[in-house]
C-alpha cells in the first residue's frame, strides 16, 4: 500500500511540473499581447508609421498579400527590443522576410525611441516603402 501512495504521488507531482513546463509563460507583467497587423503588398504596405508604448507587449504580425515576397527591416528597433526567444528566428540581421502569401509572427517587448524602418528588396524604399516605429 505505501509503495502504491508513493509511486501515485510521484506521478502527480510529475505530471503537475510537466503542465506547469508546458504552460505558456504570461508576457510583460500578465498582461496579453497586443496584435500589430502591419500588411505587405506591391510597393505599399499598411501602417507605415505606428506607435507603440515601452513596457507593453506587442505581437507583431506581417502578412504579405504581395506578389513576391517582401521584408520589414529596422535594425535599432529589433536590436533594442525583448524578442520572445521562440520568435527571435524570425528576426535576421535586423529585418524579418515574409514569402509570397505568407505571415509571420514576433512577441516583443520594445524599447522608446523612435526608429525608422524600410524594406530592402530592389526599388521598394523608392516606391515608398518606409516608415517609423516610435515607441514612448
Known sequence: MRKSLIIITLAVCLGGNVLAATRPVAPAAGRRA????IILSDFAFTPQNFHLHQ???YQLRLVNRGSASHNLSAPEFFAAAQITPSDAAAVSGGK??????????VRLI??????????THFLHASFGMT?????D
Open 34 to 37: 497586443q496584435p500589430i497587423d
Open 131 to 135: 516608415g517609423s516605429i516610435t515607441v
Open 110 to 119: 520594445p524599447a522608446a525611441g523612435r526608429y525608422g524602418m524600410t524594406w
Open 96 to 105: 524579418i522576410e515574409v514569402g509570397k502569401g505568407e505571415a509571420r509572427t
Open 55 to 57: 513596457g507593453q507587449t
